[in-house]
């Protein structure tokens, strides 16, 4: 235990029984850490325990024993009072839980958001790889209009939902070429989070010529959920990812110096450029 490190109790116990498929908050730890600072929770299992849930990979290397992992196990999040702070939750795919940032930088888009402001936003990050905004899957968990309760209102003191999902919907198989499907699901959870008096920003689709699955087809179908964005009736505001990312040369493309290398995926820099576009 190093110097900072506080046991976490559960209704005053030291242990708990986790039923399958539900949630335990533990009690309150105090802990003095300087703003974006980086928090470690251990956690001991007394015996096997069968499947566990856990999210694939957060970008932030933990260990199990002494297994380096870039897995969390069991823990969902760390509630921290942020009083006064705007909490903006962001539900988004691989591009915002970090692929193509390097991992344990912090420099994924929405950490590079926060750090633009000197009081920063509470910020949390919902983004899983592969992530749709219709269909769930058995790799890669429910989509966002299945999500959006638990993930989204399930938050503490939470104002704004940030929406950047899309990409996987077009093409990851079994693609959606109908846009209309698209933005009708879009629709759905704006008037969802509309009822629970959330702000609702939502993005553009950005550039992915170059990935292994795109076409022009698929492309079109991008651009026809981007232009029709782009009227701004849909969202209370709307940041254009695909403005922000797109080479001016060919714009189905990332621009060079934002391309993380397997053309859909942004680098720090393309992550940066997000982060400014919102």
Do not use: C
């Not at 940032?101 to 000197?118: E, G, S, V």
Request: aromatic share 6%; no cysteine; glycine share 10%.
């Amino acid at each position: 235990m190093t110097a900072n490190a506080e046991p976490v109790s559960f209704g005053g116990e030291k242990d708990v029984v986790l039923a399958a498929g539900a949630t335990v908050v533990s009690d309150p730890v105090a802990l003095v850490l300087p703003d974006g600072g980086d928090l470690v929770v251990s956690m001991y299992l007394p015996g096997p325990t069968g499947p566990l849930s856990f999210h694939r990979n957060v970008h932030a290397t933990g260990s199990i024993g002494d297994r380096a992992t870039n897995s969390v196990f069991l823990l969902t999040a760390v509630d921290v009072p942020a009083a006064g702070r705007q909490v903006v939750a962001v539900l988004g795919d691989s591009i915002t839980e970090g692929v193509g940032t390097p991992d344990n930088a912090n420099l994924r888009w929405p950490d590079q958001y926060a750090a633009r402001f000197r009081r920063r936003p509470a910020i949390a990050n919902l983004g899983i790889s592969g992530n749709r905004v219709l269909l769930d899957d058995a790799r890669f968990g429910p989509g966002g209009q299945s999500r959006f309760d638990r993930d989204v209102l399930g938050l503490p003191n939470v104002a704004t939902l940030v929406m950047f999902l899309g990409i996987n919907d077009i093409q990851q198989p079994p693609s959606q070429t109908d846009p209309a499907r698209i933005l009708q699901a879009y629709e759905q959870l704006v008037r969802r989070a509309h009822d629970n008096d959330l702000e609702v920003i939502g993005a553009t689709i950005g550039p992915f010529k170059g990935w292994i699955r795109y076409t022009d087809a698929l492309d079109q179908v991008r651009n026809h959920v981007n232009a029709v964005l782009r009227q701004g009736r849909l969202f209370d505001r709307l940041f254009d990812v695909d403005a922000a990312l797109r080479d001016p040369a060919d714009p189905a493309r990332l621009r060079p110096e934002f391309n993380s290398g397997d053309g859909l995926h942004p680098n720090s820099a393309g992550a940066r450029a997000i982060a400014l576009a919102l």
